[in-house]
């Protein structure tokens, strides 16, 4: 059987059932890069069939990382000063790391939010021209203001809300525990180090004590809302009543209250968050997802149950962290036994990795909620065993949401060593090139059951050993070399990112986030009623794929978001030859046709 045969076959096994008529749409397809010019470049699909008429598109780049747009460099890192912070070297530090950019009309303009998933993290609000015949074009920039919260922290993907403002995020929060107890610099995770450049210290000169006056864990790792208004004004608001973790994104519903939170990292969890108020964000109940597992077939199926952590606002908590919260001020600790229990009135936790015993210090239960979200979920029964949570995308047609679990291992295993402290409530085999599971909802938004949609295929040794054999069949693209550094079959997903759903068609857009799973990074249409999936854009060596994001009606055309981030930053080092290639790509496969929602 051959590689794509047994990937279409997997692919059924995980499927949903055939669905009502809905319209056509199919992409012409990106050939695998094969060859070295092709691995350099950003290629797109050409052109897409809608219900039976064919239409040119292509991929347009906005801007990259660097350029100058109406005198204000794009993708700068700025402190608190508004100046441009310094790299090591001593030069200005233009971040690479270019992730979810949002498409918002106000008015009678058209704006634009950029992620830079830095220390300190960047947005920039760029407004936009669009031609007659839907062509975009940046033609000013500027950051987006976080001083108000002592700067943004590595934000990652996003989402657009139903009352048109742009939800953001803050990704891998520092452990506040470490940070407290620590006796020097050493003992401290230095990813968290570069942060201070927001406050003009240098990361290199510092000390412990400057280090903590300067950098406080507790206002970073959440979501983030901003709203644009006509004249180009964005104003930043960080939700901390919807709870502090490594947030990927949060995906509001259509009820205007009820969002699904997912979390980036390992032993981590799946949260849902229902406001008090509609199109209102600052207050609310969260709850966390408790895995039942129903089958361990291919990357597993489970009804999920959510454990409700309590009502915050935003203001309440932020005036916690601004009274210097530390963990020690949350909870009290206790030495975990080797069996993975707890001496009597202490509860385990496996969050993050880490098992711990734990209690929640009296009256502390709202601010240990949200302030360590992750481990208080543990606490509480939910279930921290993910790895690697990545996209959300809502499917209107079929009341589902859509989660791309980039990598099924470590606590998602049978027994393995993140269970201590745990409950092992995930109890499947490892598969290194990810899934992307199915939610289905009920009438009130509420998740019921999680179960793979589609998943990657590792390659074998015996695979591998095939490909390299002299008679191995080229029209497969997997002969020769190609098999040495793709260790997920060519023709399926590997390690699923950011994932989008275009209204009406049946089609879920899949954006990767790989390292040795496929060398290129591609983003991948697949439709929903044969499983099919159709390469539609490949980037350049060492890239990540972000912000898949479909708009069916922008003034009357559609667009299909879609960031090159980090070229040759991730892998491949050693093939870039121009600096200027490393730049981020911002940019957009299109214009549509508008399609409507």
Partial sequence: ????????????????????????????????????????????????TIDGKDYPIAYHVLARSGDKIAGNTFAGLTGRDGKIVMSEDGSEHISADADFTSLLPVGDKLYSVTHFESRPGAMYISELS??????????????????????????????????????????????????????SLDDIDDYDFPMVRY???DPSKMTLDEFRATYKPYRYGYPTEITVTEDG?????????????????????????????????????LFRFVADTEADLSAGRLYAAK??????????????????????????????????????????TADINEDGTCPEGFLSSNAEGAAECLKVQPGME???????????????????????????????DHNKVYLSISEVGKAMEAGSKGDKGGRDDIQLEANSCGAVYQLDLDEDYKATSMKGLVAGIPMSKEAVAAAADPSCDPAHNMC????????????????????????????????EDTGSGHQNDVIWSMNLEDGSLTRIL???????????????????????????????????????????????YVGYIGPFPALGN
Wanted: hydrophobic residues 40%; glycine residues 8%.
């Fill in 366 to 396: 709202m601010l240990a909620s949200r302030l360590e979200t992750r481990r208080f979920a543990s606490m509480m029964g939910a279930t921290t065993e993910f790895r690697k949570m990545e996209g959300i995308a809502y499917d209107p």
């Fill in 291 to 332: 895995w039942v597992q129903t089958s361990a077939e291919g990357v597993g199926e489970a009804d999920l149950e959510w454990v409700d952590l309590g009502h915050a606002k935003d203001a309440d908590v932020q005036a916690g962290i601004e009274a210097d919260a530390k963990f020690s001020d949350l909870f009290e």
């Fill in 130 to 183: 669009q031609d007659a015949d839907g062509n975009l074009k940046a033609i000013s920039t500027k950051p987006v203001d976080f001083s108000a919260y002592g700067g943004l922290w590595v934000p990652c993907a996003g989402s657009v809300t139903p009352w048109n403002t742009h939800l953001g995020s803050e990704e891998y929060p520092a452990d506040a525990r470490s940070i407290e107890a620590a006796t």
């Fill in 480 to 511: 020769g070399a190609a098999a040495e550094v793709n260790t997920c079959d060519i023709d399926g997903i590997a390690n699923p990112d950011n994932v989008t759903y275009i209204p009406g068609y049946n089609t879920v857009i899949i954006g």
């Fill in 1 to 48: 059987m051959s590689f794509r045969s047994q990937f279409l076959c997997a692919t059924a096994l995980v499927m949903m059932p055939m669905f009502a008529h809905a319209g056509e749409l199919a992409f012409s397809p990106v050939p695998f890069a094969a060859e070295d010019a092709a691995k350099r470049a950003a290629i797109a699909t050409d052109s897409v």
């Fill in 233 to 269: 004004s964005a104003t930043a608001h960080k939700h901390f009543s919807m709870g502090r973790v490594a947030v990927e994104l949060a995906k509001v519903m259509p009820d205007q209250k009820t969002a699904y939170i997912s979390d980036d990292g390992t032993n981590v969890g």
């Fill in 199 to 201: 406050e003009g210290v």
């Fill in 538 to 584: 490949s980037t350049p060596y060492g890239s990540e794929t972000t912000s898949p994001y479909w708009y069916p009606d922008v003034n009357g055309h559609g667009y299909l978001m879609a960031v090159i981030q980090h070229p040759y930053g991730e892998s491949d080092e050693d093939k870039l030859t121009d600096a200027a290639d490393a730049r981020a």
